[in-house]
C-alpha cells in the first residue's frame, strides 16, 4: 500500500480535516442557530481546526492519527467487489422479505392482508431475514472474520430495538437519569432544555410501570405531542455537564443528539440517534476486543449478545458503556498473554490502561479490575525500566480512579453516595460506622448475600432480566450456552501461555469488585444494619462476567470441530433467543 507517510502533513490529515468540516457545520446548525453572529460564527469555525493543528504539531499522536487512517484505507482496500454486492443483493432481498413477513403477520393477527401497515413487525422481521441471510450466505466470514459478522448482528437487533420500542424514558435501568446526563453534555454551550426534552423526562415513571403509551394510537399522539414542543423551541436554562473522564460515557449519546438538532430532525430522530450512537460504540468495542483475542471470541460474543446487553446498550446507559471498555482491557490483556514471543509495545499499553481506567471511571467500584494488568510478564517488556515505568503507570492509574470515589465520599461524610430511592432510613455515614464498628458481623452479611447473587437459581431469574419489559425466554439454555462456550472456545496453544496465577488474581479481582459493588449498594441503598443488601441488580455482574468465565472456567484443549459450524450454531442460538425476546416484550406489546 502507498506510504502516506512521506507526503505533506496536511495531506496525512485529510480525512481529519474533511471531519472537521462537518462538525463546524453541526456547530454552527445546532448551537449559533438560524441568526448568529460574527463572533459565533468565528469560534464554530476555529475550535475545530485548532484541535487538528495541535494533534497535527505532535509526532506521537500525529503518527496514530496517520495509522488510524491507514487502518481504515486497508480496510476498504481488502474488501472485494464480489462482497459488497453480495451484501447489496442480500439486503435487498432481507427488505422484500421483510414487506411479504409483514404482511403475513399483519393477516395472521387481524385477518386481512388490507389493515394498517406494521413499521415495528417490518423491522422485525427484516432483521430476522439479515441475520439469517447472514449466516448463510456469508458463512464463510464465520471462520474467518467472526468479529464482524457479531458486529452486525449486535448492530441490526440494538437497532431494532431503539426503533420499535417506545419514544421515552422508562425502558431500560434508569434511563431517565443517563438521557438528562446526555443532555447537559448536548446543551453544553447553551445550558438550555427544550419543552419536548422535559416532556420525555417527565414522562419517565408512567411509561415505565403503566405501560402508557404502549399503543398504536397513544404512541402517534405522544410523537405528535414531542414534535410540536420541540419546535416551540426552548424554556429557559437547565444545566451544563463538562466531559471529564467519569462522564465520557454520556459522550456518544451527546454525539447523537447534537448530530440530530443540527440536521433539524424530527425529535423521535433526534432522541433515537442518541440511542443509536450508544449501540455504535458497543459494537464497535465488541468489535475490536474479539479481533485482538485469539481464543475465547465467541465467549465474548455469547456475554455482549444477552438480552439485559443488547437492551442496554440500544438506550441511554452507561452500562454497556463500561461492559465494552472493560471487555477491550480484558482482551488486550489476554491477547498478549496468549502471544508469549511479542514485545510489548507503548501502543498496547496505552489500549489495555486506557481501556480498564475509561471503563471503571464511572463507576469507580470496578477499579480493582485495573490491577489485573500487573500480572504481564516480564518478558514481555523491551527493559526492566520499561517495566517499571509500566507499573508506576498502571498503580497511578488505579489511585486516580479511586481518589474520584474516596474524596467525594470523605469529604461530604458519605452523603455523596446516599440514595433517597432506598427509603427514609438510609443513612451512608451512619450505614459506614456499622460497617467499621461491626466488620465480622458486615462480613456474614455479604457472604450471606453472595451465596444467593452468585446461584445458579439467580442467574436463571435474573440474566435474562429486560427491566420494564419483562424476562427473555430461554435463560437456561443461554446459561448452559456460556458454560459450554467458556470450556470449548479453546486452543491450547495459545490458552498454555495464560499462567494459573494470572487466572486466580482474575477471580480474586473480579470478586472483589463484586463485593465493592454490593457494599456501595449496602451503604447508599440499604438501611442501617440491615441483614440484607438492597438494590444490586444482577447487572452489576455483567461488568466481570467475561473475565470470570475466561479465566475460571479453563482447561487445555483443543476444539477440533469446524469454526464455522461452531461459531454459527452458537450465533444461531443467541441470535433466536434474542430475536425471541425483543418480539415477545417489545413488539407484541405494541
Not at 134 to 160: M, N
Not at 336 to 353: F, G, T, V
Not at 384 to 407: K, P
Not at 527 to 536: D, H, L, N, P
Request: one cysteine or more; charged letters at 15%; a positive charge.
Amino acid at each position: 500500500m502507498e506510504n502516506r507517510l512521506d507526503k505533506k502533513w496536511f495531506l496525512e490529515l485529510l480525512p481529519y480535516w474533511i471531519v472537521c468540516l462537518l462538525a463546524e457545520l453541526a456547530e454552527i446548525s445546532a448551537w449559533v442557530g438560524p441568526y448568529p453572529s460574527m463572533k459565533k460564527i468565528l469560534i464554530a469555525c476555529l475550535i475545530p481546526h485548532v484541535l487538528i493543528l495541535i494533534c497535527g504539531a505532535i509526532r506521537p499522536v500525529h503518527r496514530w492519527m496517520v495509522a488510524i487512517e491507514q487502518f481504515l484505507w486497508k480496510q476498504l482496500k481488502t474488501l472485494k467487489n464480489h462482497q459488497w454486492k453480495k451484501g447489496l443483493l442480500m439486503v435487498g432481498a432481507d427488505v422484500v422479505l421483510a414487506c411479504v413477513s409483514e404482511r403475513i403477520l399483519t393477516w395472521i393477527a387481524n385477518g386481512s392482508l388490507t389493515a394498517p401497515y406494521h413499521f415495528r413487525k417490518a423491522v422485525f422481521s427484516f432483521t430476522v431475514w439479515f441475520i439469517l441471510s447472514l449466516l448463510i450466505v456469508f458463512r464463510d466470514e464465520l471462520r474467518t472474520k467472526i468479529e464482524l459478522v457479531v458486529f452486525l448482528v449486535i448492530l441490526s437487533t440494538g437497532t431494532a430495538y431503539v426503533t420499535t420500542v417506545p419514544v421515552s424514558c422508562g425502558i431500560s435501568w434508569d434511563d431517565e437519569m443517563h438521557f438528562h446526563f446526555s443532555l447537559y453534555l448536548e446543551h453544553i454551550l447553551h445550558g438550555r432544555m427544550t419543552y419536548a426534552d422535559a416532556d420525555i423526562l417527565n414522562k419517565y415513571y408512567t411509561t415505565a410501570l403503566e405501560h402508557d403509551i404502549y399503543t398504536e394510537e397513544t404512541h402517534a399522539q405522544w410523537l405528535a405531542q414531542l414534535n410540536a414542543d420541540a419546535a416551540s423551541g426552548a424554556y429557559g436554562p437547565d444545566g451544563r455537564m463538562w466531559p471529564v473522564i467519569e462522564y465520557w460515557c454520556y459522550i456518544p449519546g451527546a454525539i447523537g443528539l447534537t448530530i440530530g438538532n443540527a440536521l433539524h430532525l424530527p425529535y423521535a430522530l433526534v432522541f433515537m440517534l442518541g440511542k443509536w450512537c450508544n449501540l455504535l460504540l458497543y459494537a464497535v468495542l465488541i468489535y475490536f476486543s474479539m479481533k485482538r483475542i485469539k481464543t475465547g471470541k465467541m465467549l465474548v460474543a455469547s456475554v455482549a449478545m444477552l438480552p439485559p446487553c443488547i437492551l442496554m446498550a440500544a438506550s441511554y446507559s452507561r452500562d454497556p458503556y463500561m461492559i465494552g471498555f472493560i471487555m477491550l482491557g480484558f482482551c488486550y490483556f489476554i491477547g498478549e498473554l496468549q502471544e508469549p514471543n511479542k514485545q510489548l509495545k507503548l501502543w498496547d499499553m496505552a489500549i489495555i490502561l486506557g481501556a480498564f481506567v475509561i471503563g471503571v471511571m464511572p463507576k469507580a467500584i470496578y477499579v480493582p479490575l485495573i490491577l489485573i494488568v500487573l500480572f504481564m510478564p516480564k518478558e514481555k517488556f523491551a527493559s526492566v525500566r520499561q517495566c517499571r515505568i509500566y507499573r508506576i503507570c498502571v498503580v497511578l492509574a488505579t489511585l486516580l480512579v479511586l481518589a474520584t470515589f474516596a474524596v467525594p465520599f470523605v469529604s461530604s461524610g458519605g452523603g455523596a453516595v446516599e440514595d433517597t430511592r432506598g427509603g427514609s432510613e438510609v443513612s451512608a455515614s451512619g450505614q459506614t460506622a456499622f460497617i467499621l464498628g461491626h466488620p465480622l458481623q458486615y462480613t456474614m452479611v455479604l457472604l450471606n448475600f453472595l451465596r444467593s447473587y452468585l446461584s445458579l437459581s439467580k442467574a436463571v431469574t435474573d440474566l435474562g432480566s429486560m427491566h420494564y419489559f419483562g424476562t427473555a425466554s430461554f435463560v437456561p439454555l443461554l446459561i448452559v450456552l456460556l458454560f459450554v462456550v467458556a470450556f470449548t472456545d479453546r486452543e491450547e496453544r495459545y490458552d498454555r501461555s495464560v499462567k494459573a496465577s494470572v487466572r486466580v488474581a482474575g477471580l480474586i479481582l473480579s470478586l472483589g469488585a463484586v463485593c465493592l459493588a454490593a457494599t456501595a449498594m449496602y451503604i447508599a441503598f440499604t438501611a442501617v444494619g440491615s441483614e440484607e443488601i438492597m438494590g444490586c441488580q444482577y447487572r452489576y455482574l455483567l461488568q466481570v462476567m467475561f473475565p470470570m468465565l475466561y479465566l475460571v472456567f479453563w482447561i487445555p484443549m483443543n476444539n477440533r470441530m469446524k469454526k464455522e459450524w461452531y461459531r454459527g450454531i452458537i450465533l444461531a442460538i443467541l441470535s433466536v433467543v434474542e430475536l425471541h425476546a425483543l418480539w415477545t416484550q417489545c413488539i407484541a406489546g405494541f
